[in-house]
Structures are given as C-alpha cells and as structure tokens.
C-alpha cells in the first residue's frame, strides 16, 4: 500500500508524520487490497476545529473519501481512519453478499 501524507499551510512534524502513518497502516487489517492512501492535514484558524484531516483511498475500481476537523491532527487523523474503516468494512460486506 503506498501512503502519502501531505500538509497544507503548515510543516507537519516528523512524530506527526509517524504517528498518521502508522494510523494508516491499521485499514490494512481492514481491508487488504487498498493500493494506495492519500492524507491531507490541512490548517484552518477560522472555524472551531482549526485542524482538519481528509483521507483518500483508492481500492480496485472504487475511491472512499472520509473529513474530519478536531482540536488537533492526531485526534483529526484518528476520527478520519476510524469513519474509513467502517467505509470499508460495509464496502467488504456488500461485495461478500454480492
């Protein structure tokens, strides 16, 4: 699976970058045929929640999408791998059935 972290407005830290990678490394256990993960932190000081995270994953022939915006990226990076989770677990239930 290749993962690419990007920051947006920002320099992520390299703990930052370590702590989001080893994130994305646990939809694997998920799903096992995801070919690539793309992560984008983003900075906002506008809005409540002024750090956001959107993951992109692309899986044969389907990309999921998941955005979250908390107090911080790791709280951010968790919210948005645990939804793409659930994305994914419901995608291997309907293709199991189908």
């Known amino acids: 699976m290749k993962k690419i972290i990007t920051s947006r ?3 992520a830290s390299e703990q930052l970058k370590v702590f989001a ?4 490394q646990k939809l694997t256990t998920v799903f096992n045929r995801i070919t690539s993960c793309y992560l984008v932190l983003e900075e ?3 809005h409540d929640f002024p ?3 959107k993951l992109i994953v692309h899986i044969p022939k389907k990309s999921l999408n998941a955005k979250s915006a908390k107090a911080t990226y790791e709280k951010a990076v ?3 791998v645990e939804n793409m ?3 994914l677990k419901c995608y291997k239930e309907k293709k199991l059935h189908y």
């Open 21 to 24: 990678n080893d994130y994305l």
């Open 44 to 46: 906002d000081p506008d």
């Open 85 to 87: 989770k659930r994305q």
């Open 51 to 53: 750090q956001s995270a």
């Open 78 to 80: 968790h919210d948005v």
């Open 9 to 11: 407005h920002f320099e």
